[in-house]
């Protein structure tokens, strides 16, 4: 049973920098690619970005290209989700994710079977 485990979420001025770590354990990490998700009240939960299970090969939403970076440390076993220039709609609390197959993508949170318990980040206007 894979367990995944946030940390670095917090609050922060528009504009600021926010870094988060999800640490991995109980699957063989560098076999999956692995997710980020963010859910802010009332909306649904969606796709924030994934990499590869090497780490070569980023996706990002729209929403988040060319400000966010993820990252991932398979000697770690971590993923990272680097959060530059955040904007007060960035606010959420944010999860990261393992996929239900080895050696796959998913941009959707139905590709996922594994869910760390999601970490709060807040962004101040």
């Known amino acids: 049973q894979v367990q995944l485990v946030e940390s670095g979420g917090g609050l922060v001025q528009a504009g600021g920098s926010l870094r988060l770590s999800c640490a991995a354990s109980?699957?063989?990490?560098?076999?999956?690619?692995m997710g980020w998700f963010r859910q802010a009240p009332g909306k649904e939960r969606e796709f924030v970005a994934a990499?590869?299970?090497?780490?070569?090969?980023?996706y990002y939403a729209d929403s988040v290209k060319g400000r966010f970076t993820i990252s991932r440390d398979n000697a770690k076993n971590t993923v990272y989700l680097q959060m530059n220039s955040l904007k007060p709609e960035d606010t959420a609390v944010y999860y990261c994710?393992?996929?239900?197959?080895?050696?796959?993508?998913?941009?959707?949170?139905?590709?996922?079977?594994?869910w760390g318990q999601g970490t709060q980040v807040t962004v101040s206007s």
């Open positions: 990499i590869s299970w090497g780490g070569s090969t980023p």
């Open positions: 109980g699957r063989t990490f560098s076999n999956y690619a």
């Open positions: 994710a393992a996929p239900r197959r080895i050696y796959s993508i998913a941009l959707a949170a139905g590709g996922y079977d594994a």
